[in-house]
């Protein structure tokens, strides 16, 4: 199992906000957690600094390419690329240092699979260098993906069938549980088992992790086959429950 880093920018700035809170269409009920007062860069160099690869940088919205493009100098080859990438900029992310490029909403229109689409993107990009987040909310017994942002519920529920078809045309999955992204309050424990079974490719999960507690109940029921991703709980971006020293730790530790 893996900590992997994250950078997510809002506004051109790092920030850790409540998945769930943002809605293009009511911009007043976003719910930031932490604004940083360093860089993209700063974070970057920190993560190279630790050898942590395959972190992920998530552009949310317009007006963060430059704060990206600074990350991605920084730590060359070291992370994945994620916010309104599609077949025509794809090549264009991974030429200025990223390692794979991360693609949800582009894949999906209307709430189904665009395959066509799906097909395009690998063209471009390659599979080995292609992510699908396949991020979703919860419905009655079902986890659903999410695309724009979050916002909108595709008619695709996560099962095993459906992770063994995009399985063919990715090399990992990148996995938030939307409904308690951000929030600090614990993992979506029924999510990680399934993913642990069903998951065929190197699967990241995010959402709701506390601390390290929480990162050991990932490794546990994801069966070591999980890694992980940590926001708003880390004391670099704000968390009190939790300091970066200590995931790189659990990390380095998961790595003998």
Not at 160 to 168: I, K, Q, R, S, T
Not at 202 to 212: D, E, F, K, L, S
Not at 222 to 237: E, K, M, N, P
């Amino acid at each position: 199992m893996k900590f992997r880093p994250c950078i997510d920018l809002h506004d051109g700035k790092v920030k850790q906000i409540v998945g769930s809170t943002l809605n293009d269409e009511r911009p007043e009920e976003l719910r930031t957690n932490f604004t940083a007062s360093h860089s993209s860069s700063w974070f970057a160099e920190l993560y190279r600094h630790d050898n942590l690869t395959g972190g992920h940088i998530i552009k949310l919205g317009p007006g963060n390419d430059a704060a990206a493009l600074e990350a991605l100098a920084s730590w060359p080859g070291g992370m994945q690329i994620g916010g309104a990438i599609t077949a025509d900029n794809g090549g264009y992310w991974l030429d200025h240092g990223a390692s794979h490029v991360i693609v949800t909403s582009y894949v999906f229109r209307e709430g189904k699979v665009d395959e066509d689409r799906l097909q395009r993107l690998v063209q471009a990009v390659g599979r080995e260098r292609l992510v699908l987040d396949l991020s979703c909310r919860r419905r009655d017994d079902h986890y659903y993906i999410v695309t724009d942002r979050w916002q909108r519920f595709t008619q695709v529920v996560i099962s095993e069938e459906v992770l063994a078809h995009f399985a063919g045309s990715c090399a990992e999955f990148l996995i938030h549980a939307a409904d308690v992204e951000g929030q600090c309050q614990g993992i979506e424990q029924d999510l990680i088992k399934k993913l642990a079974v069903w998951s065929p490719i190197p699967t990241t999960y995010a959402g709701g992790v506390r601390n390290i507690a929480d990162l050991e109940l990932i490794r546990d029921l994801g069966q070591g086959r999980l890694d992980a991703t940590v926001g708003s709980a880390l004391d670099i971006f704000g968390g009190t429950d939790m300091t970066y020293a200590e995931a790189v730790r659990f990390h380095q530790a998961e790595q003998h």
